[in-house]
């Protein structure tokens, strides 16, 4: 019996120790998680602290920057008025100063000069009839931006209407013919605008309206100059243009292979042939029959060249650069040698979106109606008279 007292209490002692182990263990475990608790509230309370510093820290530095762009960008803004500023006074400068002649001549040459050039010109094409010439841009008004990067858009160059008609892409069949000018600038896209649907696709942007007539460029497996009526809605003529070997006209506008301009004289044709690959022709078309008159090979080259425009036979190419820059007049070449390239002023357009992808001249109102990069120009000129002999 006494046995078996002493082997309860072994059994209480044991059970009592082993309970006091566990409570033991239950108390350091709540102790270790409590401080693991309390060092995580602590930790998180640093962090959240921290990143509220750092935001207000980027927040103040996003402010800054803010700041810095605006002045930079108003900076910016004033460096380019003042080069704007000095290229116009440059431009002005250049046409107030002429190159002095740094050698006397004599009078009897210079006589015999002008006998020898006066004889050339009566060789030359006789029928012109203004003696107009370029002498800068005078103001440029941008209307709008529709359709694509290249184009060409004009009202009748002979003053028959005063609507406005867009050539919109390099090859399509379609002209949207608006009534005028204020319908085109107040509407959304094409919206007021009629469909003038012709008979085959043009190519380029070399075209032109004159006299109610659409004279637009076909190409297939030759260059044809097709004119298309706008009241009758057919084609009145068309002609197989007479010289083989047809490469694009301007460097930089690789899709115009011909480019048609209207100046006081009528209709004329811009071009480039294999046999002088480098540098641009033209010729005097008859408005009428669509028959080449006289044809004449200029010294403009087509490298770099954009476009071109003729204002009384004085054929005007535009160049630019690959990298896009500032448009300028480099060429000019005049069919009755009045104006030569030294003789010329050096013109600049204003810097604007990219390179013009047409330039028509409207000698009714002597102004220039660009495309570049989707935006419809105007260029208001500034003309003088051609240096007579």
């Known amino acids: 019996m006494r046995g078996f007292v002493l082997l309860l209490a072994l059994v209480y002692s044991a059970t009592a120790q082993h309970q006091a182990l566990i409570d033991y263990l239950e108390r350091r475990l709540l ?66 100063n002429g190159a002095q002649p740094c050698v006397d001549v004599d009078d009897k040459l210079i006589e015999q000069q002008v006998t020898l050039v006066k004889e050339k010109q009566k060789a030359k094409y006789f029928k012109l009839t203004c003696s107009d010439m370029i002498s800068s841009i005078k103001a440029m008004k941008i209307l709008k931006r529709v359709g694509g990067p290249k184009g060409m858009w004009t009202k009748d160059a002979g003053g028959a209407s005063g609507k406005v008609y867009i050539f919109n892409g390099t090859a399509e069949d379609t002209i949207n013919e608006f009534s005028t000018v204020q319908d085109f600038t107040r509407s959304a896209g094409f919206s007021l605008s009629t469909d003038l649907k012709i008979p085959s696709s043009w190519k380029g942007t070399g075209h032109v309206v004159y006299n109610d007539h659409v004279y637009y460029v076909n190409q297939e497996e030759e260059i044809k100059v097709v004119k298309f009526d706008t009241k009758n809605k057919s084609i009145t003529d068309s002609v197989v243009f007479p010289v083989q070997d047809h490469v694009p006209v301007y460097g930089l506008n690789p899709e115009t292979v011909m480019d048609l301009a209207v100046d006081e004289e009528g209709l004329w044709a811009i071009f480039a042939t294999r046999q002088n690959e480098r540098h641009i022709s033209m010729a005097k078309m008859d408005s009428n029959s669509l028959d080449v008159e006289q044809m004449w090979d200029t ?59 047409s330039l028509k001249y409207n000698p009714q109102e002597q102004l220039l109606y660009a495309w570049d990069d989707g935006y419809q120009i105007l260029y208001k000129l500034s003309m003088k008279k051609k240096l007579e002999i």
């Not at 270790?32 to 990143?51: G, P």
């Open 31 to 96: 102790a270790i998680e409590q401080d693991r608790i309390s060092l995580w509230q602590e930790q998180t309370t640093r962090y959240a602290s921290e990143l509220r510093e750092l935001k207000q820290q980027m927040v103040s530095q996003l402010e800054s920057l803010d700041k810095e762009k605006e002045t930079l960008r108003m900076t910016l803004d004033g460096v380019g008025t003042r080069v704007d500023r000095v290229e116009r006074e440059l431009d002005y400068l250049e046409t107030q």
């Open 299 to 357: 010294n403009c080259p087509r490298e770099n060249a954009e476009t071109a425009f003729i204002i009384c036979g004085t054929l005007y190419v535009v160049y630019n650069t690959k990298q896009v820059g500032r448009s300028r007049v480099q060429c000019v070449f005049d069919v009755n040698d009045l104006v030569t390239n030294e003789e010329a002023p050096l013109v600049y357009f204003p810097k604007r979106y990219g390179f013009h992808a």
